[in-house]
Nanobody
Framework: QVQFVESGGGLVQPGGSLRLSCAASGSIFSRNVMGWYRQAPGKQRELVATVTSGGSTDYADSVKGRFTIARDNAANTVNLQMNSLKPEDTAVYYC????????WGQGTQVTVSS
């Protein structure tokens, strides 16, 4: 089992920034993938960004150049720096880890609106 503590969501104006943080604990293999997915109302959950324990990253095309993912392997934490936010970034953001199987956090709401 894996537990998550997520933080950093909120309301921001278009063009603004937010930083999401997630700490995972429990049965975690040293080689794993952590990241963030999001789900907007009426849409399917989609990948935002992931980072492997080796440091390889992957981003959705829609966030490339605006979002940056980073992790601390020793602490099993992952952060997502989100800049130049757009209304279409509004969604519930879920922390994710793949360690033998996929686990998801409870989610944190991000709302981009003027």
């Amino acid at each position: 089992q894996v537990q998550f503590v997520e933080s950093g969501g909120g309301l921001v104006q278009p063009g603004g920034s937010l930083r999401l943080s997630c700490a995972a604990s429990g049965s975690i293999f040293s080689r794993n993938v952590m990241g963030w997915y999001r789900q907007a109302p009426g849409k399917q959950r989609e990948l935002v960004a992931t980072v492997t324990s080796g440091g390889s990253t992957d981003y959705a095309d829609s966030v490339k150049g605006r979002f940056t993912i980073a992790r601390d392997n020793a602490a099993n934490t992952v952060n997502l720096q989100m800049n130049s936010l757009k209304p279409e970034d509004t969604a519930v953001y879920y922390c994710y880890i793949y360690t033998g199987r996929a686990y998801w956090g409870q989610g944190t709401q991000v709302t981009v609106s003027s």
